[in-house]
């Protein structure tokens, strides 16, 4: 795994015993029992940017692997903004996109981490607009062979409202999560980005409400996520 010099990774931010790991292990373990059908496929999105998405699907998988004692894979499906490789401290150079082009096959991508069962496929290198990449690419194809070698995968997509790219996945994956920040994001957002979500055709299995330590009184200390499943709409 080539890492970026200099660059922490997240791993080494992750504390087993903080209120965030806590509250991670519950959406985990939450995540077993949603709906009829085992989740094996996970997308993460956001209504908009700057919710926190990318570091609650890293922090996701990083619990996943240690809970399921199965293959896990955190995968950068984000290509207009990709940050998993940073927060994993590896570089970006070949990754999703590389595979979406023909270029390299899924386990020429996947890098280790050092956490046992968990892998990282990052975005790779975008070298034509993301749009084009994912139509051009098969993705039900793809999930099929990541499901093949994973027994657990977190997507990191972009947010719903600003591009379409979550919505061309959401059919392909056993659950969406969305992420919102709290006293950030509207209400009347939020429903819209559901609401899309739906009609293309996605299993919303929950909410993560994160930083709302920061908005409402409440006993911790940490920032941390809270987890909220219901097959109503949000709001």
């Known amino acids: 795994m080539n890492h970026i010099k200099n660059k922490p990774s ?127 690419g098969d993705i039900p194809a793809l999930f099929q062979e990541l499901k093949f070698y994973f027994d657990f995968i977190v997507i990191d997509s972009p947010p719903v409202i600003p591009v379409s790219d979550p919505l061309l996945l959401a059919d392909n994956v056993d659950g969406v999560l969305i992420v919102i920040r709290a006293g950030s994001t509207q209400r009347e957002v939020v429903n819209r980005a559901a609401n899309l979500l739906r009609n293309a055709g996605s299993n919303i299995v929950g909410v993560v409400l994160n930083d709302y330590e920061d908005v409402l009184p409440y006993y911790y200390k940490d920032r941390y996520y809270g987890y909220h499943y219901s097959d109503k709409k949000p709001g």
């Open 10 to 136: 997240i791993i080494s931010l992750y504390d087993k015993e903080s209120a965030v790991a806590t509250e991670l292990r519950r959406i985990v373990s939450n995540l077993k029992s949603v709906g009829e059908n085992k989740i094996r496929s996970l997308l993460v999105t956001s209504a908009t940017v700057a919710e926190g998405k990318s570091i609650t699907s890293c922090y996701l998988g990083i619990t996943a692997a240690s809970l399921m004692q199965a293959k896990v894979a955190v995968i950068d499906f984000d290509l207009r903004k990709p940050r998993i490789h940073e927060y994993f401290g590896i570089a970006p150079d070949g990754g999703l996109a590389d595979v979406l082009s023909g270029k390299a096959g899924i386990k020429n991508v996947s890098r280790s981490t050092g956490i046992p069962n968990l892998s990282v496929i990052t975005a790779g290198k975008v070298s034509s607009l993301p749009t084009d990449i994912l139509d051009r």
